[in-house]
Nanobody, 120 residues
Framework: QVQLVESGGALVQAGGSLRLSCLASGRTFSSYDMGWFRQAPGKEREFVAAISWRRGSTGYAHSVKGRFTISRDNAKNTVYLQMNRLKPEDTAVYYC?????????????WGQGTQVTVSS
């Protein structure tokens, strides 16, 4: 069982940066691939980025590639999403997920989400 708690969401101007964190509980955190998803109002939840537990391989959605960076610190049971050059269309609730795979990700556990709002 893994429990996930996201933090770091905020209101930011377009062009700005944010770093989201996801703290996991459970002794087996390091054996899960981790991902970030987002859901904008009126839209379906979509994949953003993922990182494997073994080699740290990463994968990104086309819309964020080159702007967002996912990383993990297994010693701290934490996965991060560094978001740069934010755009209004990045506005969404961002969810952390623990599961299997990088591209694609099969999520087994979800966090409660953190709101990111990008103003134009």
């Amino acid at each position: 069982q893994v429990q996930l708690v996201e933090s770091g969401g905020a209101l930011v101007q377009a062009g700005g940066s944010l770093r989201l964190s996801c703290l996991a509980s459970g002794r087996t955190f390091s054996s899960y691939d981790m991902g970030w998803f987002r859901q904008a109002p009126g839209k379906e939840r979509e994949f953003v980025a993922a990182i494997s537990w073994r080699r740290g391989s990463t994968g990104y959605a086309h819309s964020v590639k080159g702007r967002f960076t996912i990383s993990r610190d297994n010693a701290k049971n934490t996965v991060y999403l560094q978001m740069n050059r934010l755009k209004p269309e990045d506005t969404a609730v961002y969810y952390c997920a623990a599961g299997s795979g990088v591209l694609p990700v099969a999520p087994y556990y979800w966090g409660q989400g953190t709101q990111v709002t990008v103003s134009s």
